[in-house]
């Protein structure tokens, strides 16, 4: 079946300027958790979603980034202002009630200038 | 002291050879294991899922959790070309929850 899908794969922005990043998760998935991986660097969570509750804020590095899910699927990371420190790949997971593993999204790649 | 530790490499081997990557940790809660791989520009995608201590065999790779010395391993026998990748190890304490914690990632090259 069809997997995580995120687009666009490739954003160049300028700074100061908002971005938006899509994120399709597995269908039927009631989780799903951005992350922020830069070069050299591990995963850093961003947010969590799971089913209506309400979403895990707490790795969001500024006011800047917010998310939102809409109908429990599809998602939006929004980073308005960008700097040049958000350049990095923007992945998105999905997982189900009964696994715990998370199933990736092939990332975006964003380049502040 | 992080976490979850991973030593970023990078690691070369030749064609063949048995390749051995490791993560230590601290949170003696962790019971969920997982080794994902992440070719070059590609998402990162689950290899191996192991739960508690134990060896879990798939193929040309096993997954073993030493939950006493907070140590998991994963070991690629016969290792081929395409198996260069960066593999990371993460690992939770709940299911299903968002507490997973992922490692830095190993660099491998395996050389023709």
């Known amino acids: 079946g069809a997997g995580v899908s995120q687009s666009p794969s490739n954003k160049v922005t300028e700074k100061g300027k908002d971005v938006e990043l899509r994120c399709d998760p597995i269908?039927?998935?009631?989780?799903l958790y951005w992350y922020r991986q830069s070069l050299g660097q591990g995963l850093e969570f961003l947010i969590y979603?799971?089913?209506?509750?309400?979403?895990?804020k707490s790795g969001l590095p500024s006011d800047r980034f917010s998310a939102e899910r809409t109908g429990g699927s599809v998602s939006t990371l929004t980073i308005q202002r960008t700097q040049q420190e958000d350049s990095a790949v923007y992945l998105c997971?999905?997982?189900?009630?009964?696994?715990?593993?998370?199933?990736f999204g092939p990332g975006t790649r964003l380049t502040v200038t | 002291q992080k976490e979850v530790e991973q030593d970023p490499g990078p690691l070369s081997v030749p064609e063949g050879a048995i390749v051995s990557l490791n993560c230590t940790y601290s949170?003696?809660?962790?019971?969920?294991f997982m080794w994902y791989r992440q070719y070059s520009r590609k998402g990162p995608e689950l290899l191996m899922y192991t739960y508690s201590s134990g060896n879990k065999e798939d193929g040309r790779f096993t997954a073993q959790v030493d939950k006493s010395s907070k140590y998991i391993s994963l070991f690629i026998r016969d290792s081929q070309p395409s198996d260069s990748a960066t593999y990371l190890c993460?690992?939770?304490?709940?299911?299903?929850?968002?507490?997973?914690?992922f490692g830095a990632g190993t660099r491998l090259t395996v050389k023709p």
């Open positions: 997971a999905s997982s189900s009630w009964t696994v715990s593993e998370q199933y």
């Open positions: 269908s039927g998935h009631t989780a």
């Open positions: 993460a690992m939770s304490a709940f299911y299903n929850n968002n507490d997973m914690r």
């Open positions: 979603f799971q089913g209506n509750s309400a979403p895990d």
């Open positions: 949170n003696s809660a962790f019971q969920y």
